[in-house]
């Protein structure tokens, strides 16, 4: 009876498995991806304009790109950013996803965050690095943005992520009520804070660039970590 159950059991722990991967190499590359796209296209569009040498500039920076993109999906095939249950891991590959869409669209990111990130969990992570990646990725390609700022804050009982860009802004009430959500991914962003029990509020109009804000319980947490 045992080893029935367990053979009944395992094409839906494979498909679970399967779906796992293929959210997880979404996550990770996708952005990736996406900052090498913009760049690409922005080079198409400026080549004529530039000097060999600003060309020869950008291509090694879309080379470095990817090359990152490299390296991210072998450290995401072997599990290796989630595989350590404390330090940088994490944070340290938030850094390269910002730094990679900061060189690659000439925009200042500034990236402000804990030492460690050994008190969130794998599904805050998760949640968290698709959220930045997804603002920071609007606020690039839909903002116009030449500045944007990342603060990670993690208190006793919550962590709050703060996301601000100087670019063209929008009508937040608008797009969040729109059907189609154009792109900008505000839905998916709210319903991953949701799904930790969060909350997200966006500031946001024409002109005056967007503001969100990210707040997520940490539930059992005693102690503050930056």
Excluded at 78 to 85: D, G, H, V
Excluded at 148 to 174: H, M, P, Q, W, Y
Aim: charged share 25%; with cysteine.
């Amino acid at each position: 009876m045992a080893i029935q159950s367990v053979l009944e059991l395992e094409p839906y722990v494979l498909f679970e498995e399967r779906n796992r991967i293929a959210e997880e190499l979404h996550d990770r590359i996708g952005p990736h991806l996406f900052g090498i796209a913009c760049a690409v296209h922005s080079v198409e569009r400026e080549w004529s304009t530039l000097s060999e040498e600003q060309k020869l500039e950008q291509l090694r920076e879309i080379q470095a790109a990817a090359a990152n993109a490299s390296r991210e999906m072998r450290a995401t095939i072997y599990n290796l950013s989630a595989a350590e249950p404390g330090g940088s891991a994490w944070l340290d590959s938030v850094e390269t996803l910002l730094s990679s869409l900061s060189r690659l669209n000439g925009v200042r990111i500034r990236f402000r965050a804990p030492e460690s990130d050994c008190r969130l969990s794998v599904h805050h992570r998760k949640a968290l690095y698709r959220i930045i990646a997804e603002a920071v990725g609007n606020a690039i390609r839909h903002g116009a943005s030449s500045q944007v700022d990342v603060k990670l804050t993690v208190l006793r009982s919550s962590v709050t992520l703060r996301i601000s860009d100087n670019g063209r802004g929008f009508d937040a009430c608008e797009r969040l009520s729109a059907k189609k959500d154009s792109g900008f991914g505000l839905r998916n962003m709210k319903m991953l804070a949701t799904s930790l029990g969060g909350t997200m509020q966006i500031c946001s109009e024409a002109g005056s660039g967007a503001r969100i804000a990210i707040h997520l319980p940490l539930a059992g947490r005693q102690e503050k970590m930056g």
